[in-house]
């Protein structure tokens, strides 16, 4: 049984295996080939480019940067714009390292600031807090996940869209738990930056990412070399998306990414998430049933996704994960889940962190039941709590 659909989804929809197939077997050409290969791929890419677009409401494909990754997204957001000594960043408490390392790396290498929001699990970012900073001057980017990737706590993200705008900090948005998982629009948002994975809710294949980037905000690039446009040229053009889609595209990425989105836009992201909210809910209630756990972020299922990250007396997360995998033939994931800040924030860092189950479209409630049976049976370590109140 798999449970890991917060690191990577799967199985993927059957027309994601057929797609990527397909494209693997039939074309044989980059798009920058002269010939008609070369144009039908050049034509499949403007086509994957309009129709991930039309599903985050971006309005200007050109504004959507296909990347290696949610990782790179993100780093190319934070790292590619331009840093003065006393600017400063807010973020969340919750965020991955994909936001936290570039965060440090800009404060460490150009004397910038950050601040990061206090956490409750009622109130995952404190927008007081977050007023008050942006309040104070040099806020240059207010850095945020919409769900965490460890408590599965859903951020106020169009509040804090509503916040940047107001006090003129450029809002970065990281929608690697969201994307195909709840509804995500940049201009509800009032994103002006937004980077997600191809690999996770959106079901394609590892390998792919993108970011949105609104007109007006240039990244410098953090890589150079050849884009397939301007060729003869030295320098790079600085033009969207050319500029930062740098050596041949994976296109196998790319087209599986789109595949999965379509399938999610005529499944319905309702769909989808009412079905992984009910697996999370039967999970959570069967969890309340035990002694000696601890599980993290919001009771309420509305302010939650189906990530579900939960502590145990007498065994760490790491053997329990082990035993599930071994004893039982179940993924999790236990630990600090790239996300060490915010383990600090629910409190499990220092600690062991957690093990976390994230269900996904594939889950049923039967597995959830079967793990709940798992659980209640696992073996105690130190002493012999009995689980089942
Ligand atoms: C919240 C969050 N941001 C960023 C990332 C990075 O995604 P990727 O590993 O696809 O680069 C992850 C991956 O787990 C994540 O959960």
């Not at 200007?60 to 997204?73: G, H, N, Q």
């Not at 007023?131 to 980017?141: N, R, W």
């Not at 998306?241 to 595949?259: D, K, R």
Request: net charge negative.
């Amino acid at each position: 049984m798999y449970f890991n659909n917060a690191a990577t989804t799967w199985p993927k929809p059957e027309v994601v295996y057929e797609t990527v197939d397909e494209c693997f077997r039939s074309l044989n050409s980059p798009e920058r080939t002269v010939s008609d290969e070369g144009e039908r791929c050049a034509a499949m890419m403007a086509n994957c480019r309009r129709q991930v677009s039309e599903f985050f409401g971006i309005k200007d494909s050109k504004r959507l940067i296909f990347t290696p990754s949610a990782t790179y997204s993100l780093n190319l957001a934070i790292l590619g714009l331009d840093w003065h000594e006393g600017d400063r960043i807010v973020m969340s408490g919750l965020e991955h390292h994909a936001v936290s390392r570039p965060i440090r790396k800009v404060a460490r290498e150009h004397g910038v600031q950050f601040e990061t929001a206090p956490y409750t699990p009622d109130n995952p970012v404190d927008l007081d807090f977050v007023e008050d900073q942006l309040k104070k001057g040099a806020v240059k980017l207010l850095a945020c996940t919409m769900a965490s990737n460890v408590s599965g706590d859903v951020l106020p993200s169009k509040e804090l869209g509503d916040l940047a705008e107001r006090y003129g900090a450029l809002y970065l948005v990281d929608a690697a738990q969201a994307a195909g998982i709840l509804p995500v629009d940049v201009d509800d948002l009032k994103a002006d930056m937004l980077g997600f994975a191809g690999h996770k809710g959106l079901f394609g294949p590892p390998g792919g990412g993108g970011l949105f980037v609104r007109k007006g905000i240039q990244l410098n690039s953090l890589a150079e070399g050849g884009t397939g446009k301007d060729s003869g040229k030295h320098e790079m053009s600085g033009r969207y998306p050319s500029n930062y889609e740098i050596g041949t595209h994976n296109l196998l990425a790319i087209v599986g990414m789109t595949a999965g989105v379509n399938w999610i836009s005529e499944t319905g992201v309702d769909t989808l998430h009412a079905h992984e909210q009910k697996l999370a809910e039967r999970f959570l209630s069967g969890l309340s049933e035990f002694s000696g756990v601890t599980v993290y972020g919001s009771p309420d299922i509305a302010k939650r996704t189906s990530v579900v990250s939960l502590s145990m007396e007498g065994i760490t997360p790491a053997k329990m994960a082990q035993w599930l995998a071994e004893e039982h033939n179940v993924s999790s994931r236990a630990g600090y889940h790239c996300a060490p800040l915010a383990h600090e924030t629910i409190g499990t860092l220092p600690g062991d962190g957690t093990i976390r189950f994230s269900f996904g479209f594939s889950n049923t409630i039967e597995e959830v039941d079967q793990l709940l049976g798992f659980i209640a049976e696992a073996p105690r370590l130190e002493g012999q709590l009995n689980w089942v109140v």
